[in-house]
């Protein structure tokens, strides 16, 4: 079935660090890939998304790469702020059907 | 537009009790979606509606959860017995479904609690 591995966290940086948070897929067939993220006491937001191999989302200073040949679409930011502190989901879907998550990177940015 | 509402924010219930979530999707998303979110876990699908017929209940605990979306709209999800380990919180999503490969929007979740 349809899975997705992203790294164990949490994940400790110091302000204007660089992130990478990794994210691997299994799929049956041709999926979309996503980053959620989840600040404290909050809902689920999307953050950026890719619909195609080779396609770049970007927001926030967040990217990520649709990677079909390793099956990855890992989590990048140049220089981290506290502001960016949460928790954060790769997912996937398949034909626009359900999303289906990994277990979530918690991200903790000291000042 | 407005977002996708779920009531109650919180609720605590004892162990055997029943419990009853309601979620309103963005008006004219036919695809409705439940989900599990277990504290230190990724959201889980429970139950998938398009407009009001199931889609995907392979998750769900059908001795115990019940989910119903009569007219195609606003979505109910029900506990009956709860449990100890059903404490989580319970997301609902919409989406206008089909080809649309992106378009989720999900609401703020109840928090359950099981005592």
């Known amino acids: 079935g349809d899975s997705v591995t992203q790294m164990e966290g949490p994940v400790t940086l110091s302000e204007e660090a660089f992130l990478t948070i990794n994210c691997t897929y299994t799929?049956?067939?041709?999926?979309?890939l996503f980053w959620y993220v989840q600040y404290p006491g909050e809902g689920l937001q999307l953050l950026l998304k890719?619909?195609?191999?080779?396609d770049k989302g970007s927001n926030k200073g967040f990217e990520a790469t649709y990677r079909k040949e390793t099956t990855s679409f890992h989590l990048e930011k140049g220089s981290v702020q506290v502001s960016d502190s949460a928790v954060y989901f790769c997912?996937?879907?398949?034909?626009?059907?359900?999303?289906?998550f990994g277990a979530g990177t918690i991200l903790r940015v000291k000042s | 537009e407005a977002g996708v509402a779920q009531s109650p924010r919180y609720k605590i219930i004892e162990k055997r009790q029943s419990v009853a979530f309601w979620c309103n999707p963005i008006?004219?998303?036919?695809?409705l979606y439940w989900y599990q979110q277990i504290l230190g876990q990724g959201p889980k699908l429970l139950i998938q509606?398009?407009?009001?017929?199931?889609?995907?209940d392979s998750q769900l605990p059908k001795d115990r959860f019940s989910a119903e979306r009569l007219k195609g709209v606003d979505s109910t999800l029900k506990i009956q017995p709860a449990k100890l380990e059903d404490s989580a919180v319970y997301l609902c999503?919409?989406?206008?479904?089909?080809?649309?490969?992106?378009?989720?929007?999900f609401g703020s979740g109840t928090r359950l609690t099981v005592v």
């Open positions: 997912a996937l879907s398949v034909w626009g059907n359900k999303l289906v």
């Open positions: 890719a619909t195609k191999a080779d």
């Open positions: 008006s004219g998303h036919a695809t």
């Open positions: 799929a049956t067939g041709y999926p979309s």
């Open positions: 509606f398009q407009n009001n017929g199931v889609v995907d």
């Open positions: 999503a919409s989406s206008l479904g089909g080809t649309d490969r992106g378009g989720y929007t």
